[in-house]
């Protein structure tokens, strides 16, 4: 069984469109992330949500949106793609946010997305 | 600015032991986390350390000092599948994780 899973593992599209890309976790964890991870192997989050709480990277752009529709999955939808928007996308889940929190994330397979 | 500083590549022999550095500068700390990533897959937890000392973990070990905002990450009995990128991250007073670029480490025969 896939503790996190994501779709599409792989998107190619062209500039101006709009995509989502979709995440399950299976684990029954309380908070889930959105990672972006650049040609130069820096992970930056994207955006933390826990049911209850969104909170945003403000250095995210608003093209860019999270959906929760219920506590096992949260979707990156991205609107009017530029060509800076291609990297590997990761979808994460870990138990709590804060608290007795000891940084385990973990991981999808990533969403190589390539804006042409 | 929050910054994490670890070397980009290291190249080690079957066999051996390799050390990993990393030093951070981060608004506050509740620990630090390194990670495995193989090329093209997703980061994978390795350690985690909120207290100064080392922690052992198999054939992995991982050691912090608060004080001087240095950790490193001991590989020993060096195996060709352990060749991938390791990431240390730190995590600042508001619970996010602060990522290093990686270090990635080619295990030669």
């Known amino acids: 069984d896939t503790a996190v899973s994501q779709t599409p593992k792989y998107l190619v599209t062209q500039m101006g469109n709009d995509k989502s890309i979709k995440c399950e976790q299976n684990l029954g964890h309380d908070t889930m992330y959105w990672y972006k991870q650049d040609s130069k192997k820096f992970l930056k989050i994207m955006f933390s949500?826990?049911?209850?709480?969104?909170?945003i990277n403000e250095t995210v752009p608003n093209r860019f949106s999270p959906k929760s529709p219920d506590k096992a999955h949260l979707n990156l939808h991205i609107n009017s793609l530029e060509l800076g928007d291609s990297a590997v996308y990761f979808c994460?889940?870990?138990?709590?946010?804060?608290?007795?929190?000891?940084?385990?994330?973990?991981f999808g397979e990533g969403s190589r997305l390539t804006v042409l | 600015g929050q910054n994490i500083d670890q070397p980009t590549e290291m190249t080690a022999t079957e066999g051996a032991i390799v050390q990993i550095n990393c030093t951070y500068q981060?608004?506050?700390?509740?620990?630090l986390f390194w990670y495995q990533q193989h090329a093209g897959e997703a980061p994978t937890f390795l350690s985690y350390n909120v207290l100064d000392g080392l922690e052992e973990k198999g054939r992995f070990s991982s050691f912090l000092s608060r004080s001087k905002g240095y950790s490193y990450l001991l590989l020993k009995e060096l195996q060709m599948k352990d060749s991938a990128s390791y990431l240390c991250?730190?995590?600042?007073?508001?619970?996010?994780?602060?990522w290093g670029a990686g270090t990635k480490l080619i295990i030669k025969p």
């Open positions: 949500y826990n049911n209850k709480e969104l909170n």
């Open positions: 991250a730190v995590m600042d007073s508001n619970y996010q994780l602060i």
């Open positions: 981060t608004s506050g700390f509740n620990g």
């Open positions: 994460a889940s870990s138990p709590q946010l804060a608290g007795t929190f000891t940084g385990e994330l973990f």
